[in-house]
């Protein structure tokens, strides 16, 4: 493999996901050159990106494209991190083809995610590699499918996969916010407004403890997309909030912002109305992604106090240095499904050293929990096909 040199710009690398990715990138490769572009920073930035050796450089990507062109000549690879995805689009991406940059980023909107793959024929005529939506949900989330439909000989189609993730209010931002309003409004095709609540097809799910069983709802995510273009699976997806009644809240405001109510008013609104956690009450995070062919299933899940930031940013990172240290990949757009499961997760172990509690068990034709496989068992039966 030939590791490409020239420094790694981390683009929104002055928010709390840049900063947990830079600190990641510098754990697993020491003397790598990192540039923070983000178009503005505060003084508790700018200490972090000090210590992690990182140099920041104030641009309004938006604004300012010639210059971001710029800054992205001889970068070995930018891993893009600025949000929300539907409002910035291809910006990024169009700026890397054009100065023949290799691209990351970690898109979680299904209208930008299409916006970003129409990009496909300008990256190959330009040699440049762009794998996009390469964060937690997606990313992991669409590899760990992958992972499910080799196991169970599913690998050419013919395979379904119900993905279900919940999120706790403590971690809401107002960026986080924004993207929400909108996979409310994106998560029916054609839709320009958020539906009905039970169009959304709500449904009990059950998590790990902690967490239990909890409402979720559909989402305009991208995994049922690309899953479906990369892998012929069928998906669907659905997330939640734990804070009780916080869901709906959350989708009563989107409506009022259909009918008006600007997204800062409906912000103050949530504010006010967001449970204040106790350190001595940890809030989780779960997951649980049921993937089938025919009668057989196998049922990824996690219940974890990681946040965020750091669940984000260790797949991104991970596969930001696969990338530069030469992971044979063709040019173009690519989604997470065009990675190899197994060469990520041993990626990934140099970059985090885990923690995030995922276990995975068979399921009968009933939907009936059965015994627990091993990931290792799963990877070596990859391996042996």
Same mark, same amino acid.
């Given at each position: 493999?030939?590791?490409?040199?020239? $420094?790694?710009?981390?683009?929104?690398?002055?928010?709390? #996901?840049?900063?947990?990715?830079?600190? +990641?990138?510098?754990?697993?490769?020491?003397?790598?050159?990192?540039?923070?572009?983000?178009?503005?920073?505060?003084? &508790?930035?700018?200490?972090? *990106?000090?210590?992690?050796? &990182?140099?920041?450089?104030?641009?309004?990507?938006? &604004?300012?494209?010639?210059?971001?062109?710029?800054?992205? %000549?001889?970068?070995?690879?930018?891993?893009?991190?600025? !949000?929300?995805?539907?409002?910035?689009?291809?910006?990024?991406?169009?700026? &890397?083809?054009?100065?023949?940059?290799? +691209?990351l980023d970690i898109c979680d909107d299904v209208d930008a995610t299409a916006q970003l793959l129409e990009r496909d024929a300008?990256?190959?005529d330009a040699g440049v590699t762009a794998i996009i939506g390469m964060g937690s949900a997606p990313g992991t989330t669409n590899l760990l499918v992958k992972l499910a439909l080799g196991y169970l000989g599913a690998e050419n189609g013919k395979g379904?996969?119900?993905?279900?993730?919940?999120?706790?209010?403590?971690?809401?931002? +107002?960026?986080?916010?924004?993207?929400?309003?909108?996979?409310?409004?994106?998560? *029916?095709?054609?839709?320009?407004?958020?539906?009905?609540?039970?169009?959304? #097809?709500?449904?009990?799910?059950?998590? $790990?403890?902690?967490i239990g069983e909890l409402e979720v709802v559909r989402l305009g995510h991208p995994e049922p997309l690309t899953l479906e273009r990369h892998l012929g699976c069928e998906a669907t997806l659905r997330g939640g909030m734990t804070?009780?009644? *916080?869901?709906?809240?959350?989708?009563? %405001?989107?409506?009022?912002?259909?009918?008006?109510?600007?997204?800062?008013?409906?912000?103050?609104? *949530?504010? %006010?109305?967001?449970?204040?956690?106790?350190?001595?009450? $940890?809030?989780?995070? !779960?997951?649980?992604?049921?993937v089938w062919h025919g009668a057989r299933g196998v049922r990824f899940e996690s219940a974890t106090t990681i946040s965020m930031e750091q669940s984000t940013a260790v797949p991104a990172a991970t596969v930001a240095l696969m990338m530069r240290d030469g992971e044979r990949l063709a040019p173009g757009v690519w989604p997470p499904e065009v990675l190899d499961p197994a060469s990520f997760f041993s990626a990934a172990s140099r970059v985090s050293p885990g923690g995030g509690g995922l276990s995975c068990v068979s399921l009968n034709n009933n939907g009936e929990r059965g015994e627990r496989i091993p990931l290792r068992m799963m990877f070596a039966k990859k391996e042996a096909s």
């Open positions: 493999m030939t590791v490409r040199t020239g $420094p790694i710009i981390v683009a929104g690398g002055g928010g709390a #996901q840049g900063i947990e990715c830079i600190a +990641y990138l510098r754990s697993a490769e020491p003397n790598v050159e990192i540039i923070a572009v983000d178009r503005g920073y505060s003084p &508790a930035a700018l200490n972090r *990106l000090c210590e992690l050796g &990182a140099t920041p450089s104030k641009l309004d990507l938006l &604004a300012e494209p010639e210059r971001l062109h710029d800054v992205l %000549l001889g970068a070995s690879i930018v891993v893009n991190l600025a !949000g929300p995805f539907f409002a910035l689009g291809t910006t990024v991406l169009d700026a &890397a083809i054009k100065a023949r940059t290799p +691209y300008d990256a190959v379904r996969a119900d993905i279900s993730w919940c999120a706790p209010g403590g971690t809401l931002t +107002y960026g986080i916010f924004q993207h929400l309003v909108h996979c409310y409004r994106t998560a *029916l095709p054609g839709r320009e407004r958020v539906p009905e609540w039970d169009e959304l #097809q709500p449904r009990i799910v059950a998590f $790990p403890d902690p804070g009780d009644g *916080l869901q709906y809240f959350c989708w009563e %405001l989107a409506r009022a912002c259909d009918d008006g109510l600007s997204i800062d008013e409906a912000w103050n609104r *949530l504010c %006010l109305a967001l449970p204040q956690s106790s350190p001595d009450a $940890p809030e989780y995070s !779960g997951m649980a992604i049921d």
